[in-house]
């Protein structure tokens, strides 16, 4: 029976790797579509606009669709409505008011020039709204003008490159803005929320300085925090920020809102601020 229940977990493992990679590919996938409308803009420039309204076509089909705005949130391309074309839509906002049209302008203008956002958007035809992870880039026609063109999928789980995002650009937000930049952390309205991600961040001694989805830490010691098997994570936290400047540590740790502990990875980064080390960090939760 002992060997019964083994196999059985690790099939139940196995089926969670793969469906891991799956998402994984899903996102590639994605990032490659929108390169791809990139380069055909670059080509052609406005003259590409046409291709991408065309339904059945691998520009748009099911739910997948290329749109396109000016840097400033001029809706130039919408397939799934072509007449909310020519609108501005810089205001934007998902259900729970995250400013999703300025964020996508910033991500699009960084010096990236690309990157995800993550937000709560209904699905084509329903009410009740659904996570989605959407693509931006910047790409500039042949006439000089610049656009911002964008892609996304919906239901689509935390990748580890979504997470390496956060914290990076969360990293340039604090070196920016120095412990300011916290207020924007902790906001459920900021890029650095969704689903169960959230960014925390611990000085060099183990004292959490900021957490978003867990506040009464804030303030605590936790470098004596450990794992059931005796593993001081915090620490290790630490360690690799210290000798690596980045890494990832796994640990157990509850998702927002829940008592049990689920198995998480955690991204975390090394970042001066005014001569002291900070730890940020963020994380994925595996089960």
């Not at 420039?45 to 046409?50: L, N, P, Q, T, V």
Request: with cysteine; proline share 4%.
């Amino acid at each position: 029976m002992h060997h019964f229940i083994v196999r059985i977990m690790k099939f139940i493992v196995l089926i969670g790797m793969v469906g891991s990679v799956m998402h994984a590919k899903e996102a590639v996938t994605i990032e490659a579509f929108v390169n791809s409308a990139a380069a055909l803009i670059e080509e052609k420039g406005d003259k590409a606009f046409h291709a991408f309204r065309q339904k059945g076509t691998k520009w748009f089909h099911d739910d997948q669709y290329i749109y396109v705005w000016d840097m400033n949130g001029l809706r130039y391309v919408y397939p799934p409505n072509v007449q909310g074309e020519g609108k501005n839509v810089r205001d934007l906002k998902d259900v729970d008011e995250k400013p999703i049209g300025e964020l996508m302008i910033e991500v699009a203008s960084s010096k990236a020039g690309r990157g995800w956002i993550h937000y709560r958007w209904p699905k084509p035809g329903e009410l009740e709204p659904s996570w989605k992870s959407t693509y931006v880039m910047q790409v500039k026609s042949p006439s000089g003008q610049l656009f911002l063109i964008g892609s996304g999928a919906y239901d689509m789980p935390v990748q580890r490159s979504f997470i390496v995002d956060a914290v990076d650009s969360a990293s340039k937000l604090i070196e920016q803005d120095g412990l300011k930049a916290f207020d924007t952390l902790r906001s459920k309205r900021s890029q650095y929320s969704y689903q169960d991600t959230y960014v925390f961040v611990i000085d060099e001694n183990g004292v959490e300085l900021m957490n978003a989805a867990f506040p009464k830490l804030e303030g605590r010691n936790v470098i004596d925090y450990k794992d059931t098997k005796g593993n001081y994570f915090v620490r290790e936290f630490i360690n690799v920020a210290k000798t690596e400047g980045s890494g990832w540590v796994d640990y157990p740790w509850p998702k927002p809102g829940d008592v049990e502990k689920s198995h998480k990875s955690a991204y975390v980064k090394r970042v001066m601020v005014d001569g002291k080390m900070i730890i940020v960090c963020a994380g994925l939760y595996l089960d």
